[in-house]
C-alpha cells in the first residue's frame, strides 16, 4: 500500500514519539523530536494525554526520488567495474 498525499509525495517512514510531561522524563523524547526533525520529519499529528503528548512524525519523498532509489536497487554492478581474470589455483 502506498501512502502518497497530494503533492505527489510518498511517506517513507513513519515515527511515534512519547513525551512524558514528568521532571527528567520529557527532555528524551524532546531530544527525539528535535533529531527527527533535523532528519527530515514533519509532525503529522499530535495526541494529549494524561501524563504527556504522543507525536506522530513521518518523513515524505518525492514519487520520483524514490522511483530512482528502485532503478538503482535492481542495476547489475557488473556493468561498474572491469570484468577480472580468473586465477587458477593449481
Do not use: P
Not at 498525499?5 to 512519547?18: E, I, L
Not at 533535523?38 to 499530535?46: A, L, M, N, V, Y
Not at 501524563?51 to 530512482?68: A, L
Not at 538503482?72 to 586465477?87: I, P, Y
Amino acid at each position: 500500500m502506498s501512502h502518497c498525499d497530494c503533492n505527489g509525495k510518498k511517506m517513507t517512514t513513519f515515527k511515534v514519539v512519547a513525551i512524558e510531561f514528568k521532571e527528567n522524563k520529557y527532555k528524551s523524547g524532546e531530544q527525539e523530536v528535535n533529531r527527527n526533525l533535523s532528519c527530515g520529519f514533519e509532525i503529522t499529528k499530535d495526541f494529549q494525554t494524561e501524563s504527556g503528548v504522543v507525536i506522530v512524525m513521518t518523513k515524505w519523498e518525492d514519487e520520483k526520488e524514490e522511483d530512482k532509489k528502485e532503478t538503482m536497487k535492481n542495476v547489475d554492478l557488473r556493468t561498474f567495474s572491469e570484468a577480472k581474470k580468473e586465477v587458477d589455483h593449481k
